[in-house]
């Protein structure tokens, strides 16, 4: 572990465009720190987010760029050994820490912290649970895998008791094999749920159960963890912990249950019942059931700290989501397209089902990327083609990065498409963004919605689309 002390004044991030880096960066800028950093990828937004606050971006990865040794220096997840930084770290001896670590040690130590795991809905509970807090006064600190746009940005300081987390699975960093949660010093968690994914951390779906039961340990007995009981494999990992939980969902088995969901254009109302604790109907502005147990999960840990009714209402009523989640990018000739970050089938069947709540009497065309280190082989191939049962047509982009995956073990979007076909619908796969664009542009009509969904940037295609539809010549 490192021992922070007074010395440290200049800190040097390792890949520092990433989002939770680039925020951090900011963050420690702002208490005083002298911060600079490098990346092989500087390019907006980060890159002008970063110039904003006046940090200094090294573009690409060189030994030169730490000639004068930092007092510390911050390594991204995405590095290792190779990069020619961290091998002069390394061989001088200069003081290094991971993300994780980093905003364990100099933000939510000392404070009570909030976290939020789970396969799916991490970003949206965590945004959630923050503007809840911010509403209710506590002046919340935060880490969000995204930009909540209530915010801005993905992460803050605070000023307050508590700080909440985004508890991710995935691995902490080259020297640090363990997820990243287990940094975050839980006090109060939500698990949302618990699904095989990280194909490329995690051997199996025990392993993933493995690491959340060795993470609850760390919850003390005077905490509180708010679980997913309609969830199998969350329901499992809380059987041996040492702290007290209670259950959430929509069985009759849950503690505090959802009920008398209703959908309109506006948005999902739902009852929630938690004897002794809250008898209400509650609003969201979003859709979708996975949202309603996005903002049962929160409003769970907001009741648990006194935060009343009306309060968690009001944060509903003005909550403005995540970017890339939902998020409509734009409208052109009537033809709405929308932004998601889905990958595992799972996300993608819940963001299908919710955007079609949203238009429920106009065609969906959902347009697929493969992109993530799952969701690229064929380990989800059957659930992937099942995920689609709400859209009316199916485009798939062939798997990225998909010369450098064997042959035997790469998704096989062209089977994909005939399982889906088989379902009744219209399902083709493409091997170029620009093939999928050219499709859209003779095939899309006015009224129509399409859902893109993709972890990375899928080539920009939501606003090649828009500027095309808006072309004079279409």
């Not at 390019?43 to 060189?62: A, R």
């Not at 604790?277 to 769970?300: E, K, L």
């Not at 799952?374 to 989800?380: A, D």
Request: aromatic share 10%.
């Amino acid at each position: 572990m490192l021992v922070l002390n007074h010395s440290i004044k200049h800190i040097y991030f390792i890949g520092i465009c990433g989002t939770a880096m680039a925020s951090l960066a900011v963050l420690l800028k702002k208490r005083g720190y002298h911060v600079t950093g490098s990346d092989s990828n500087v390019y907006p937004p980060m890159s002008i987010f970063l110039e904003q606050q006046s940090i200094d971006v090294l573009d690409g990865y060189k030994e030169g760029n730490l000639h004068n040794a930092p007092d510390l220096v911050v390594i991204g997840n995405a590095l290792s050994r190779g990069n020619p930084e961290v091998e002069i770290v390394l061989e001088q001896g200069i003081p290094y820490i991971s993300m994780a670590e980093l905003l364990k040690e100099f933000f939510i130590r000392g404070t009570t912290s909030m976290v939020v795991t789970g396969t799916h809905g991490k970003t949206t509970t965590t945004s959630l649970l923050a503007w809840i807090f911010e509403c209710a006064g506590k002046q919340p600190g935060f880490m969000i895998g995204g930009i909540p746009e209530n915010f801005g940005t993905s992460c803050q300081q605070g000023g307050g008791e508590f700080f909440i987390t985004e508890g991710d699975e995935y691995d902490t960093a080259f020297f640090d094999k363990r997820s990243k949660f287990f940094h975050y010093q839980p006090h109060q968690l939500i698990i949302n749920n618990i699904e095989f994914d990280h194909a490329d951390i995690f051997d199996s779906l025990e392993d993933i159960l493995r690491a959340f039961r060795l993470m609850l340990r760390l919850v003390p007995r005077n905490g509180l963890i708010a679980v997913n009981g309609d969830d199998d494999n969350a329901m499992n990992v809380v059987q041996s912990v040492y702290s007290p939980y209670v259950t959430f969902g929509f069985g009759k088995k849950c503690e505090a249950r959802a009920m008398d969901l209703q959908t309109t254009s506006e948005g999902t109302t739902f009852h929630l019942e938690w004897p002794n604790h809250c008898d209400n109907t509650f609003h969201i502005p979003i859709f979708g059931q996975y949202n309603v147990r996005n903002a049962m999960g929160s409003a769970i840990l907001a009741l648990h700290n006194g935060i009343v009714v009306e309060v968690i209402q009001q944060a509903f009523d003005q909550f403005c989501n995540v970017k890339r989640r939902q998020e409509l990018r734009g409208v052109c000739n009537g033809i709405h397209v929308y932004d998601d970050f889905a990958h595992h089938p799972t996300a993608v069947l819940e963001t299908v089902r919710a955007i079609r709540q949203k238009h429920p009497e106009q065609r969906l065309i959902a347009v697929f990327e493969p992109r993530s280190n799952t969701s690229v082989l064929n380990i989800h191939q059957s659930a992937l083609a099942n995920s689609f049962e709400a859209a009316d047509e199916v485009l798939l982009a062939y798997p990225h990065r998909m010369d450098q995956i064997p042959f035997e073990e790469r998704l096989d979007v062209g089977r994909v498409a005939e399982m889906i076909k088989k379902q009744g619908k219209n399902a083709l796969a493409f091997e170029a963004v620009s093939l999928i664009v050219d499709y859209l542009l003779k095939s899309a009509q006015p009224d129509d919605v399409i859902l893109v969904m993709s972890n990375g940037k899928f080539d920009n295609i939501h606003q090649t689309l828009l500027d095309k539809f808006s072309s004079p010549a279409n």
